[in-house]
């Protein structure tokens, strides 16, 4: 058997620490997939884990395991060319008992619908987390947007919008970005959804978030998870010892989520070291200008080349020592091996399920604390709440406002998670589910079950 290094501040293990493989009976109960590496069953078993520990009611355990709904569609486009291409597209409905689904739309790809269902039972935990009345969502599309013209990609995004028009509004399904999705294709679904929607005369565009600060969006939005990750790290590293002037760091996937993370942590007087994309592996002891990175990799696409960095192994990029490393690409990036290589204090995790739980219960045992997805990254979905309740009420915040309104509800969702953690003597993540799971399952007791 192989010795783990000690991460360089051991943190105290939790008494109550999910398994790598955890089993509930609620697997078979209701036929989940039984492959252990799927990440559905991987994401809901995390939360199956808290649910026992909480001793969450049966009933709420089996309605939170399955999402409402799964649209699964698929469209014709014309290509530039002239030919045209069928693409499929998703949205799965996972909660709505706080309120409208809400999640982003993926255009990747790998898309598919595990995947989508995953990161749907991820939003409703989150935003039961943080605090806004919203359940949870996820869709995409099977589709590289960087293979396509822009207007293809016009074409793609009206053309999927048509096909889930009838199951998304203003008040009951609200979609955002993901990875892939920006406020340009925000845009062409709420300009599409418009046509197409009877909303009684009222202004449409509350039916998308995310949306360019031109068009009904919110100041703020785009940096909106960035800036929560780092009000996580500001509110968590003095537990561990930290300030974020005395931090090294370093990223992976540098898009949206990264990029921002990048950009604010540093402002905050970390020093970023090392970075990741799909296009390569870079690293810099003496720094990397996350501003400079990020204009470049506007212009290039990645990071790969960067020339004020030296390129380096996938391995030596997670060994890279650092007090803080940010996953912020896809899921599941963070397993076993990675886990072993990692060098840090503490994971903030900006991307969804970037950790298997094989992969977390060697971070545990090592000392190296992970600040779970679903209060790190829920800065994105607070900030699109603001910018609905804007659309819906005709207002426009300030920055300061919407910086400061999410710094609230951050610093709340990350008490109640240490709340939990102190009462179930368990891991941040556990303790997460467990906030996120108190907040539904007093809903259920007050609405009950119909009928
Ligand atoms: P994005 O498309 O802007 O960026 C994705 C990044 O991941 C890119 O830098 C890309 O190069 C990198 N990447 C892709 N494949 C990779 C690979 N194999 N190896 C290394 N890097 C790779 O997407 P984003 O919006 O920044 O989303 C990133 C993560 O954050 C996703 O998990 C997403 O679900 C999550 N998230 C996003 C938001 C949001 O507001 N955009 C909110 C909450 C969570």
Redesign the pocket.
């Known amino acids: 058997m192989t010795t783990l290094a000690k991460a360089p501040t051991p943190m105290q293990k939790p008494k109550n620490v999910p398994p790598a493989s955890f089993n509930s009976p609620i697997f078979d109960e209701l036929g989940f997939p039984t492959d252990p590496h799927n990440l559905y069953r991987q994401t809901v078993g995390a939360m199956l884990y808290a649910a026992e520990l909480m001793g969450l009611p049966h009933r709420v355990q089996i309605i939170l395991a399955q999402p409402k709904t799964e649209i699964m569609v698929h469209f014709p486009v014309k290509m530039d060319d002239g030919h045209y291409r069928l693409f499929k597209g998703y949205r799965v409905q996972h909660n709505n008992a706080l309120g409208p689904y809400k999640g982003?739309l993926?255009f990747?790809q790998d898309v598919h619908l595990d995947d989508v269902k995953s990161?749907a039972f991820l939003m409703t935990m989150?935003c039961s987390l943080v605090g806004v009345p919203f359940g949870g969502g996820k869709g995409g599309v099977k589709v590289d947007p960087r293979k396509h013209s822009n207007a293809e990609m016009e074409r793609i995004v009206r053309r999927f919008t048509t096909a889930i028009a009838h199951g998304i509004g203003p008040d009951y399904d609200i979609p955002?970005?993901?990875?892939?999705?920006?406020a340009q294709h925000m845009a062409w679904i709420a300009d599409t959804y418009s046509f197409l929607a009877d909303v009684g005369g009222k202004d449409p565009s509350a039916v998308i978030t995310?949306k360019p600060v031109e068009y009904g969006g919110s100041l703020g939005?785009e940096k909106?998870?960035g800036q929560?990750v780092v009000d996580t790290l500001v509110e968590m590293l003095p537990e561990l010892g930290l300030k974020p002037e005395q931090c090294t760091f370093s990223v992976?996937?540098?898009?949206?989520?990264?990029?921002?993370s990048g950009k604010i942590f540093q402002d905050k007087g970390a020093k970023m070291i090392a970075v990741?994309?799909?296009?390569g592996f870079i690293k810099n002891e003496k720094g990397i200008d996350a501003h400079d990175l990020a204009t470049y990799?506007q212009k290039k696409g990645?990071?790969g080349g960067y020339p004020n960095a030296t390129a380096v192994s996938k391995e030596e990029f997670y060994k890279t020592k650092v007090e803080v490393f940010i996953?912020?690409?896809?899921?599941q990036?963070i397993q076993e091996e990675e886990a072993k290589w990692i060098n840090a204090i503490v994971i903030a995790e900006?991307?969804?399920?970037?950790t298997t739980p094989g992969g977390e219960r060697i971070l545990i045992e090592r000392g190296i604390e992970v600040l779970p997805?679903i209060l790190c990254?829920?800065?994105?979905?607070t900030v699109?709440y603001f910018e609905w309740v804007q659309n819906k009420t005709y207002q426009m915040w300030d920055l300061e406002h919407v910086d400061r309104e999410l710094n609230k509800h951050m610093v709340k969702a990350a008490s109640k998670t240490r709340d939990a953690r102190r009462k179930y003597n368990c891991d941040l993540r556990s303790a997460a589910y467990i906030a996120a799971c108190e907040r539904l399952n007093q809903a259920y007791a007050a609405r009950g079950i119909f009928p």
Request: hydrophobic share 40%; proline share 6%; charged share 10%.
């Open positions: 982003g993926r990747h990161l989150k955002a970005p993901d990875v892939g999705s920006n995310g939005r909106a998870t929560g992976l996937g540098f898009g949206n989520v990264g990029s921002w990741a994309d799909h296009t990799v990645g990071v996953p912020a690409a896809l899921e990036m900006g991307a969804n399920a970037p997805a990254n829920a800065g994105g979905v699109s």
